[in-house]
C-alpha cells in the first residue's frame, strides 16, 4: 500500500512540475515540432521566446540556415530571404547548465553576447562547444532553453533538404522550410 501512495504521488508531483514547463507546437511544412521549454532555468530567454510566439511572429517565416549534423535555423527571415524586425536583444542565459545537446533549442545570436532577439536553433547533434565555457565572448556560449519532446523526426527531414546560396546567405534551403504557426500547447 505504501509502495502504491508513494507511485501515486510521485505521478502527481511529476504532473505538476511538467505543467511548470510551458510546451509549445511548430507547425512547420515537413510536419510537427513539438518543444518544452526550460522556464526554471532560463526565464529571461522562455519569456522573450514566448512573446513572439504569443504575438504570431514566427508564422510565416522560414528555416533560413540549414547545416546537417550540426543545426537548423530559423525565427527572423520570410520566404523572400527578408529579416523581420525584432524586439530588443535579451540576456544571454548560457551559463544556466542546460547543454546544446541534440534536440535541444538555443537562442542564435552575433558575435555579442546579449544580442539574441527572435533566431533560434535546434541541435542535431551534442554541441557542446557552444555550452557556456567562460564569461568572455567567445565563450559564453548560446543558451539552449527547451528540448524536442516529439518530432525529432522532422527536424531530421528538414536537415536533410538541399541547401545553397541566396541573398548573400549560406546553407539556405533551396525549397523553404515553412514556420507555418507556432502556438503553445492547451
Excluded at 524586425?85 to 537562442?107: C, F, H, V
Amino acid at each position: 500500500m505504501r509502495a502504491l501512495v508513494l507511485a501515486a504521488l510521485l505521478t502527481f508531483s511529476n504532473s505538476i512540475v511538467a505543467q511548470d514547463s510551458p510546451v509549445v507546437v511548430m507547425e512547420t511544412s515537413k510536419g510537427a515540432i513539438k518543444i518544452e521549454l526550460r522556464i526554471d532555468l532560463t526565464p529571461i530567454t522562455v519569456e522573450n521566446f514566448l512573446r513572439y510566439v504569443d504575438n504570431g511572429y514566427y508564422d510565416g517565416l522560414i528555416f533560413h540556415r540549414v547545416i546537417n549534423s550540426f543545426m537548423i535555423q530559423g525565427g527572423g527571415f520570410d520566404s523572400g530571404i527578408v529579416q523581420k524586425s525584432t524586439y530588443d536583444p535579451i540576456k544571454n542565459e548560457a551559463d544556466t547548465g542546460l547543454s546544446n545537446a541534440r534536440g535541444t533549442i538555443a537562442m542564435a545570436r552575433t558575435g555579442v553576447v546579449d544580442s539574441a532577439t527572435s533566431q533560434f536553433f535546434i541541435n542535431l547533434v551534442d554541441n557542446a562547444r557552444l555550452d557556456f565555457q567562460d564569461s568572455s565572448p567567445s565563450g559564453y556560449g548560446y543558451t539552449a532553453f527547451g528540448t524536442v519532446i516529439e518530432g525529432m523526426e522532422i527536424v531530421d527531414e528538414i536537415a536533410r533538404v538541399a541547401t545553397g546560396s541566396q541573398r548573400g546567405y549560406q546553407d539556405v534551403p533551396l525549397e523553404p522550410v515553412m514556420i507555418n504557426a507556432v502556438q503553445r500547447e492547451n
